[in-house]
């Protein structure tokens, strides 16, 4: 997302300083399914999902998994997060992601093109596997979802299933292959060379930890924590941090209703040399399966718990168990599962603009499941709004104002 909105700033002729801890790209944005998709703009928070609750409160699913004392302490967000599954709010997020996943698509194209990267991305879409006719029926809101913004599909009965993905397991009842959508083979690399890009066109990069950041004079002042770098200084400042962004912004003041979905990953090999040509999630299993430059990528579902809290692998234990039923993943290729934070706000939209009393900082988070196929696109509204004003209505699901 920084390196995103970065990259939009000096195409506007801004003079940009990008401030990270680490080189870009080492965090969220590594390690994800690299999915860049039309279908993304269902909310894990629909209307289907209450119904779902019981069974997911059970808290054994691969699908969803929580820290109960990290629920109980949220129980505020929790709440306000399934208000807004009702129908009236799901549709006005639907339309809102819709929107950001349409504007975001070509300026990945146009990214990838400028910044030598293109050669990682697929335009095979990617497949949402159904283990029975019950689980076929459950998605029935995500299809209708789906003809009603256009979304190409097409439905995959196993033979035609075969004939895409043979080495999947016969063990599915349907599928539904959602096109006109990308995906790339290494997340990282890509918003490595998008970082690149942004400093062979004379970006500046600093590496600095931040600690806080204060209004001072007409300006931002990020301090660094001790010992990183000391501090910069700007007119402006983007706070971009995915799921850091909550304890920076505390320092100024703002309490952000934010949550961490988080996610594991893993590599494997294909026993022979099986492999797949697309992502696919298998909706009853839980987890996506993508194949990666380094290998078969096993991304879980959804944990919910504190950022730092300790990883517990388990969910990608059951998710490796429930993946070998469908395909014949051979050996680990990592030593550790990789742990991965999903930012969340209660309404599954993202903030981008400028926070309500705090002239000059800008905010572009909360991206949830999608922020790597969003990040072009929220860099265009963000641009939009700090350079040309920005009236635009696309704007107004993305108010900071919503929480703030
Ligand atoms: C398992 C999993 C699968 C996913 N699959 C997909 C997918 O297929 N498609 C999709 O679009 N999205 C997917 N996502 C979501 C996506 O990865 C995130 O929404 C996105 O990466 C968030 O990007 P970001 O730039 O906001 O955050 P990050 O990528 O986390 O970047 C935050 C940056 O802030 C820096 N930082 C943190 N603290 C400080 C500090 N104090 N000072 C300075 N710098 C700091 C970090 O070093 C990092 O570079 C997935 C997420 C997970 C966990």
């Avoid at 999915?35 to 069974?55: E, T, Y």
């Avoid at 596997?129 to 009965?157: D, H």
């Avoid at 399966?289 to 959804?302: H, K, Y």
């Amino acid at each position: 997302m920084g390196v995103c909105c970065a990259l939009e700033l000096q195409r506007r002729g801004l003079s940009v300083t990008l401030v990270d801890r680490q080189e870009p790209g080492l965090e969220t944005s590594l390690g994800n399914a690299g999915v860049i998709a039309r279908s993304s703009l269902m909310p894990f928070n629909h209307p289907g999902l209450w119904p779902q609750l019981p069974r997911l409160l059970k808290n054994d699913t691969v699908q969803f998994r929580y820290k109960l004392s990290y629920l109980a302490r949220n129980l505020g967000w929790a709440a306000r997060f399934l208000l807004n599954a009702r129908p009236a709010v799901f549709r006005q997020t639907v339309e809102a992601l819709d929107g950001l996943i349409r504007l975001s698509a070509p300026e990945h194209l146009r990214l990838l093109n400028e910044s030598g990267a293109a050669h990682r991305l697929r335009d095979t879409g990617w497949v949402f596997l159904y283990r029975s006719e019950q689980g076929w029926n459950s998605g029935e809101l995500s299809r209708k979802t789906f003809a009603q913004y256009q979304v190409p599909t097409q439905v995959l009965q196993p033979a035609e299933l075969a004939e895409i993905e043979p080495a999947l397991a016969p063990i599915f009842h349907r599928a539904l292959w959602i096109q006109g959508s990308y995906s790339v083979d290494d997340p990282h690399e890509v918003v490595a060379a998008y970082a690149a890009l942004f400093r062979r066109s004379g970006g500046a990069f600093q590496r600095l930890t931040a600690s806080a950041i204060r209004r001072e004079g007409q300006g931002w002042i990020v301090q660094g924590a001790q010992g990183s770098g000391g501090s910069v200084a700007a007119d402006r400042l983007v706070v971009a941090l995915g799921p850091w962004s909550k304890g920076l912004l505390k320092t100024a003041g703002i309490d952000l209703p934010m949550a961490f979905e988080r996610g594991y990953h893993m590599h494997y090999s294909g026993a022979d040399g099986a492999s797949l040509t697309r992502p696919v999630y298998d909706t009853g299993g839980g987890y996506v399966l993508s194949p990666m430059a380094r290998g078969l990528r096993l991304t879980t579902g959804v944990e919910l718990d504190a950022c730092e809290a300790p990883a517990r692998p388990l969910q990608l234990d059951l998710a490796e168990a429930r993946a070998r039923e469908a395909f014949p993943l051979d050996r680990r290729l990592d030593a550790e599962a990789w742990l991965g934070r999903r930012p969340t706000l209660p309404d599954s939209r993202p903030m981008i603009g400028e926070a309500p009393r705090h002239p000059g900082l800008w905010l572009a988070l909360g991206h949830q499941h999608i922020g790597f196929s969003t990040a072009p696109g929220t860099a265009r509204i963000l641009g939009e709004l700090m350079c040309d004003g920005g009236a635009a209505s696309r704007h107004e699901a993305f108010r900071p104002g919503r929480f703030i």
